[in-house]
């Protein structure tokens, strides 16, 4: 069983930080969140982008976070994918993001 109150302790330890994990960075802590929790408590976590946003969040259990806590409602019925399966089924979509947000390269290559 997901522990919430664990991730919204460890989200809180990162106070101040909003604004660059909102505004470019957002990727990252989803990855954060994705090492922190998936390792040492066997969670299930994925990574999820949110297309209309243009928004990384991390999907652990049932939940989805961000460096705003558990925004699960605020997300709740918009258009989601899991980066893995992004990578399996539209692998040229999942390249562009990974070249943009995550690696901050802006040439486009094709």
Known sequence: MVNQEKILNFIARFHGSEDTF????????ARIL??????EDGY??????????GHFLAK?????????GDVTMKYRGKPMYDIWNMQ???????RHLMRDCRDFEEDDDE
């Not at 994705?34 to 390792?39: G, Q």
């Not at 999820?48 to 946003?53: A, I, L, Q, R, S």
């Not at 652990?60 to 705003?68: H, K, N, Q």
């Not at 399996?88 to 999942?94: A, D, G, I, L, V």
Request: hydrophobic letters at 35%.
């Open 44 to 53: 299930d976590v994925s990574i999820m982008y949110e297309p209309v946003e």
């Open 88 to 94: 399996r089924e539209n692998n040229r979509q999942y």
């Open 60 to 68: 652990i259990g049932y939940r989805f976070y961000d460096i705003r």
């Open 34 to 39: 994705l090492d922190r929790f998936a390792a």
């Open 22 to 29: 909102l505004h470019g960075c957002c990727y990252w802590f």
